[in-house]
């Protein structure tokens, strides 16, 4: 049976084996799905290792993307533009690298949350890998604007400035020049709700029916509560675009596209 498998560390808390067991089980098709811890500084030994078992793929979860991006022998569009992976295949001694985060993010917006990206005013909170990984596929959603703002502007200023042949105006901020600026979308790319801690938002920054985004799951995080106190009735965590990026994992290795809208419905009742 073909095997799969995220790699991470730590990586007992991924919810990536109950989604592709949901998918495969909604689908047919016949893999195992497991997890893998890799020693901090061992993430190519494990990959080897998993090759030389005949695994056939498997997810990169925390802190091994920048070295899957670094260790696969071909990159997909979309990885190089990441600078990050998250999802590997294994084709004979060749390590395809993908990134389906961006993607994940985008669908989850768009079809399940049903709330259209072309036109709209969008800011990205953060410039770290999360922030980088989405980057790509938000420039292609035909926005009107996309601002990365950053508590180290520098980072968000080297962000903008990778980014190549872009057709939307995109700036850098920091969080002082928020004030007296409106979005209709803002997206939480920090790891700041991990530490529970606030970011320094001011009032004022939703427009009308805004949504507010957070792409951390499982919990209400400080950003979360400040979109409350700001009156914003949309407001989402990233637990869709953690079923959408594992569905385009799946897509890429098995050419068929899961039902997304049951698996995120059984998991938020779980
Ligand atoms: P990840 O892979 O989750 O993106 P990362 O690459 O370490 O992790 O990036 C963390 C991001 O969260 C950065 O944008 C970081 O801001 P800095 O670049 O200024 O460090 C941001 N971040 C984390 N905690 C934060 C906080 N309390 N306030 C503001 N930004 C925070």
Sequence with gaps: MDRYAVIGHPVEHSKSPLIHAAFAQQTGQQLEYGKVLAPLDGFAATVAEMQAQGYSGANVTVPFKFEAYELATELTP???QAGAVNTLSFV???????NTDGVGLVRDILHNLQFPLQGQRVLLIGAGGAAEGVLGPLLDASLATLSVVNRS????????ARASAVAVPLVAHSFDALPGQVFDVVINATSSGLSNERLPLPSGLFATDALAYDMMYGRETPFMQYAREEGVARIA??????VEQAAEA?????????????VIAAMRAS
């Design 250 to 262: 799946f897509y890429i290795w098995r050419q068929v596209r899961p039902d997304t809208a049951s």
């Design 78 to 80: 979309r990885a190089r």
């Design 92 to 98: 004979g001694q060749v390590i395809r690298g993908d």
């Design 237 to 242: 965590d990233g637990l869709g675009m953690l």
């Design 153 to 160: 502007v520098g980072k968000a200023q080297a962000m903008v």
